[in-house]
């Protein structure tokens, strides 16, 4: 398995928020069409639709890590090979953060090494 961990600095607060609200949404609604669909138009040149449908499908689990005192949150995508991490990555790089949504400060690919969940 393979993470993407993209970081951002200099949020609003209140826009980071809306921004989680409607990530948390779309999550939560699973991915349309329509989701697709604006991806897809956002890359428009450099993706084709049905590559944008099947790097977003790669994508296994996310993380949002929020800390909005400091305006700054970290993502964290998963997938299950490298080639399809960094497909993502060459997808979500060429996407640009709305305003008011701070600036990406980097973005890392690791191997995970252990993914241990505790229960209790």
């Given amino acids: 398995m393979y993470a993407r961990v993209t970081r951002f600095e200099g949020s609003d607060p209140a826009t980071m928020q809306q921004e989680i609200d409607g990530m948390r949404t779309q999550m939560e609604g699973g991915l349309t069409d329509e989701a697709i669909d604006q991806m897809a138009e956002q890359v428009k040149g450099r993706f084709a639709r049905?590559?944008?449908?099947?790097?977003?499908?790669?994508?296994?689990?996310?993380?949002?890590?929020?800390?909005?005192?400091?305006?700054?949150?970290?993502?964290?995508?998963?997938?299950?090979?490298?080639?399809?991490?960094?497909?993502?990555?060459?997808?979500?790089?060429?996407?640009?953060?709305?305003?008011?949504?701070?600036?990406?400060?980097?973005?890392?690919i690791y191997e995970v090494s252990i993914d241990q969940r505790f229960d209790g």
């Fill in 50 to 108: 049905d590559e944008v449908e099947r790097l977003l499908k790669s994508i296994t689990r996310t993380l949002v890590l929020t800390d909005s005192a400091k305006g700054s949150s970290a993502m964290v995508a998963f997938c299950d090979t490298e080639e399809d991490v960094r497909g993502v990555d060459a997808l979500f790089d060429a996407m640009s953060p709305g305003d008011g949504g701070g600036k990406r400060q980097s973005v890392d």
